[in-house]
């Protein structure tokens, strides 16, 4: 089976869509392969499968071998993890660990299969269960420390039997629980209630809960502006007695990684303002690593991932 290797799988859900799942997702993969783990990112929202753009990878073609796919790679490992002293990589409290090797990273996506970006979200139910039941099984993902799931939003019975699919293709010791995304917005908020209820029903473990969207980091000054009443998702956390992992503002710079984020295919020793740029092929051709982690970690969203990437791994692996 596919998933035999693999350490611990995660879900990202959302009672609704536009909250940040996708981008809360890539950016705790990133940040956990940054910490020196090997990851993959499964991505399952057959109603907008966003992971590839995320990645700058959605015109990656996914390769076929005999018995599955090949996942895409986003990037291979720099550095294997036990060759990083155990605090080697961490530069004290409340500071961002420098990233100085990081794990692979790669990427799984119905996105990479679809002829057309609208035709899955026609698809009933049991289609959508049957693809995601395939993804499951047919993936080549080798050796894991972590695969992150992201799902498509809801709470709906179409979820519910979505999630138990998962759940039955991973042992109990692999299952280490879901992520649970939300905005400040009272509706939002309604909304994880049940996403809560959801976990609860399907015996999913809650890992904890991140609240997106709060605030906006002015581009001028880096200031953060509370847009909407801040810590709401603190303040239900508390109530349902479930772990919070954090706030995470707006930022523009993130969006522009995003849209920006098709890498560059430069020709090996392309100088650019007096740097070689590194390259190494892959299935979409030539991509950049070097300058989607230099993005990455120069977002201010980055520290804030970091710290919530280990308070994860310390609640998965104690
Ligand atoms: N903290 C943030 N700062 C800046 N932009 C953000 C942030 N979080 C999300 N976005 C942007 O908001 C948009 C929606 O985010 P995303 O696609 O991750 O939401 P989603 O919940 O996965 O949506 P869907 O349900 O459609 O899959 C994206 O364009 C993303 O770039
Ligand atoms: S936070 Fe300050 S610098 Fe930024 S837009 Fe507002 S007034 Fe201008």
């Not at 155990?86 to 409290?93: E, Q």
């Not at 698809?123 to 695969?147: C, E, I």
């Not at 990437?309 to 609640?315: D, P, S, T």
Request: aromatic share 6%; proline share 6%; hydrophobic share 35%.
């Amino acid at each position: 089976m596919s998933l035999n290797d693999i350490k611990h799988i995660a879900l990202v859900l959302s009672g609704k869509g536009g909250v940040g799942k996708s981008s809360v997702t890539t950016q705790l993969a990133l940040t956990l392969s940054l910490q020196g783990y090997s990851v993959g990112v499964l991505d399952v929202d057959l109603t907008g499968p966003s992971i590839p753009r995320f990645f700058g990878i959605e015109n990656a073609k996914v390769r076929q071998a005999p018995g599955g796919w090949i996942p895409v790679p986003v990037h291979d490992a720099q550095k294997p993890r036990d060759e990083q002293s155990a605090n080697g990589h961490t530069t004290g409290d409340g500071e961002a660990s420098q990233p100085i090797g990081h794990g692979s990273l790669h990427c799984m996506s119905l996105g990479f299969l679809l002829a057309n970006r609208g035709d899955a979200v026609v698809w009933r139910g049991p289609k959508k269960t049957a693809m995601v039941r395939q993804f499951l099984s047919d993936v080549h993902w080798g050796s894991l420390d972590y695969l992150l799931i992201d799902t498509p939003p809801g709470t709906s019975d179409e979820h519910i039997s979505l999630v138990e699919t998962l759940l039955k293709e991973a042992t109990p010791e692999q299952q280490a629980g879901a992520v649970i995304v939300t905005t400040p917005q009272a509706i939002s908020i309604s909304d994880v209630k049940k996403e809560i209820n959801f976990c609860r029903k399907t015996g999913v473990k809650i890992l904890g809960v991140v609240e997106n969207m709060a605030g906006f980091v002015c581009p001028n000054c880096s200031e953060c502006t509370n847009v909407f009443s801040k810590g709401g998702g603190e303040v239900m956390a508390k109530e349902f007695e479930v772990p919070f992992l954090g706030s995470v503002p707006i930022d523009p710079m993130f969006i522009r990684l995003i849209e920006e984020g098709k890498r560059p295919v430069y020709p090996e020793g392309t100088v650019i303002d007096g740097q070689t740029m590194e390259t190494n092929g892959h299935a979409d051709g030539v991509e950049d690593v070097g300058l989607l982690v230099e993005k990455y970690t120069s977002c201010s969203l980055y520290p804030i991932f970091d710290g919530m990437v280990k308070q994860l791994v310390g609640a998965i692996e104690t």
